[in-house]
């Protein structure tokens, strides 16, 4: 049996192997768990692929994504999921690995969910962690539904290597070619030409391209550097780890593949701290201790969830019914625990009337819960923190601290009814943009477009505002 462990983080992903690992030894009997993520050396990945391979011994990879890139793993029995997936498009990629060669497909998910105190947070009272993973599975197995392709973005670290890449093959080319072969006619068609225009000009500042007399673009120096050197084919990259710093403590690292505020509060290790500052350069975020109630255990960090998703969780907690309909009958597909945390979750949702509220207060934080996704989430809270608000957001759920529910509200009222700022605008505020390979090539102002994009929703937000907040 070759079931996989699939994790997002790589120190979960060693301490789970480790604790399986220890297990082994103290049975005496061998050991068939084994680490699978990026950082570790090529000969220790490759010798559990190849075990997996050959099928002879009960093998369990714990991994990260790194077994989702291509790898032929041999026949799997099972598909563990550890912690919420960040998408269903991924847990249908992840199902999809297990029963290949005539077995069904076996998707088995494990969410820890912490012991509820009377410090515990709203986030965890609702058991948002498990609620999402519910959500997740009904709408993977019910609806056949996963998230679509987002064709708002615009993809312009791939689309600068797309104008390195297009120009070192033909040796030359000129502009207007470049614009109709890679925006007017191919994959980067929200891209106009005045944003292309600009990213030819910063190019040719930087030396990545050079115009000949001929009015042709050549590969520059620096172009013709990154071309010839063989990571330039890859266009992705793992996101960059960046120190959490308290005066001269360091914290730790965090992979900063979202929102990060000046003023916003984040949880990082256990504790809430507030962003007083981030340093692009030294890949280093100034924190300083953020007063409050007990953090939530499940923050969501680093995932991008879809509206439908939130939608959907909404919409399970107000019918207090997670199961699939098939035909007359409705199959349950979770444990007892987990019975028994949803209807702990579905008894708090009903006290806090959050079915026709979406405003609550506790003690000197409000929270907002907008039940959409992670882009109007973003929105709101960059919003906030530009009205002097301290904001952070939870699996969605927005926390605003040392505010009245009152004053919450009434900053909501006057957002829905005044012009928002662009999405670009809003990026323009956020200090680390640079997620994707290239992006520390592109200026700044197609850099704000870019993110803006990415992480921001104005259209979605203001219809929530005007429709929810009275």
Not at 106 to 113: D, F
Not at 175 to 194: H, I, M, R, T, W
Not at 280 to 304: C, D, Q
Request: with cysteine; glycine share 8%.
């Amino acid at each position: 049996m070759s079931p996989i462990l699939v994790d997002r983080y790589r120190s979960r992903t060693e301490s789970i192997a480790a604790t399986l690992s220890d297990f082994c030894e103290e049975k005496i009997v061998p050991n068939e768990f084994f680490p699978h993520h990026g950082s570790l050396s090529k000969d220790l990945r490759e010798s559990l692929e190849k075990r997996l391979q050959q099928e002879h011994y009960p093998t369990t990879a714990i991994c990260t994504m790194t077994l989702e890139l291509g790898i032929d793993i041999g026949k799997v029995n099972s598909v563990i999921q550890v912690t919420a997936p960040h998408s269903i498009s991924s847990l249908r990629q992840r199902m999809g690995r297990s029963g290949r060669r005539g077995g069904a497909s076996i998707l088995r998910m494990l969410i820890a969910e912490a012991e509820l105190t009377k410090d515990s947070s709203v986030i965890d009272k609702l058991r948002l962690e498990l609620i999402q993973s519910l959500a997740m599975i009904r709408l993977l197995i019910g609806s056949k539904w996963y998230e679509p392709a987002d064709t708002s973005l615009y993809h312009f670290s791939t689309l600068l290597h797309q104008v390195l890449a297009v120009t070192a093959q033909w040796g030359g080319i000129r502009a207007e070619q470049l614009f109709s072969l890679l925006c007017k006619d191919g994959p980067f068609q929200n891209v106009n030409v005045e944003n292309f225009k600009a990213l030819l000009v910063h190019m040719g500042k930087t030396e990545l391209i050079t115009q000949l007399g001929s009015g042709e673009l050549v590969l520059g120096l620096l172009g013709e550097k990154l071309t010839s050197h063989y990571s330039f084919y890859a266009v992705f990259k793992t996101p960059e780890e960046f120190r959490i710093v308290c005066g001269t403590k360091s914290l730790g690292t965090l992979p900063v593949d979202s929102l990060v505020l000046e003023g916003q509060h984040i949880v990082f290790g256990g504790k809430r701290w507030k962003v007083n500052d981030i340093d692009s350069e030294k890949k280093v975020i100034y924190v300083e201790h953020a007063k409050g109630g007990k953090p939530p255990k499940f923050g969501g960090a680093g995932l991008n969830i879809h509206d439908v998703v939130r939608q959907e969780m909404f919409q399970i907690l107000k019918d207090g019914d997670y199961r699939i309909s098939v035909g007359d009958q409705k199959v349950d597909f979770a444990d007892s625990a987990a019975r028994e945390l949803f209807g702990e979750s579905v008894r708090y949702f009903e006290d806090a009337k959050l079915s026709r509220e979406p405003l609550l207060q506790v003690g000197n934080t409000t929270y907002i819960f907008p039940w959409l996704g992670d882009k109007v989430v973003n929105t709101i809270v960059a919003l906030l923190i530009q009205h002097g608000f301290e904001a952070g957001a939870y699996a969605g759920v927005i926390e605003v601290e040392k505010a009245s529910l009152e004053s919450v509200r009434s900053i909501l009222l006057k957002l829905a009814s005044t012009e928002l700022p662009t999405e670009t605008e809003l990026a323009q505020q956020v200090q680390e943009k640079r997620i994707e390979k290239f992006d520390e090539f592109l200026p700044e102002s197609i850099l704000s477009t870019g993110y803006g994009a990415r992480a921001f929703e104005i259209s979605n937000s203001q219809n929530w505002l005007r429709n929810k907040i009275t």
